[in-house]
């Protein structure tokens, strides 16, 4: 059965990063939080809670629909799958996402798609994150 990532318990969340390291290290070979497909962020103000940018697994994805070479297509359960090779890193894709989730490699110029593979899960170090049956 399909699982998608959901944001389990956000106010258990000191910061640290872990969940967009290992996304990055998993899937791109890289250490730098630029390259993750999941963002902690901080609300800002006098608390400092933080807020997670996920993918939420769109059944019918407006990324994908965004997408002219259909190197996004709808994943079984929600979200999409990624073809890099037929990207063209038009971007379309990136003010498609209704929440935000999808940014740019700049380096590649690809997007950053998340997998909804849950090594950010296995990481966190307060259960803060959760891979859910759909």
Do not use: W
Not at 12 to 19: R, S, Y
Not at 35 to 62: M, N, Y
Request: hydrophobic share 35%.
């Amino acid at each position: 059965m399909p699982k998608i990532l959901k944001v389990k318990n956000i106010n258990k969340c000191i910061g640290c990063f872990e969940c967009m390291i290992a996304c990055s290290s998993l899937n791109f070979r890289s250490h730098t939080l630029t390259k993750s497909a999941i963002r902690v962020k901080t609300k800002g103000g006098l608390q400092s809670k933080f807020a997670a940018v996920i993918c939420v697994g769109c059944t019918e994805p407006p990324c994908a629909e965004a997408c002219p070479t259909e190197a996004l297509t709808p994943r079984l359960g929600g979200g999409v799958l990624f073809n890099p090779t037929r990207c063209i890193g038009c971007e379309k894709c990136v003010p498609a996402c209704i929440v935000g989730a999808i940014t740019m490699d700049r380096d590649a110029k690809k997007p950053i798609i998340c997998k909804q593979c849950g090594a950010c899960v296995q990481v966190c170090p307060h259960d803060c994150l959760a891979m859910e049956e759909v």
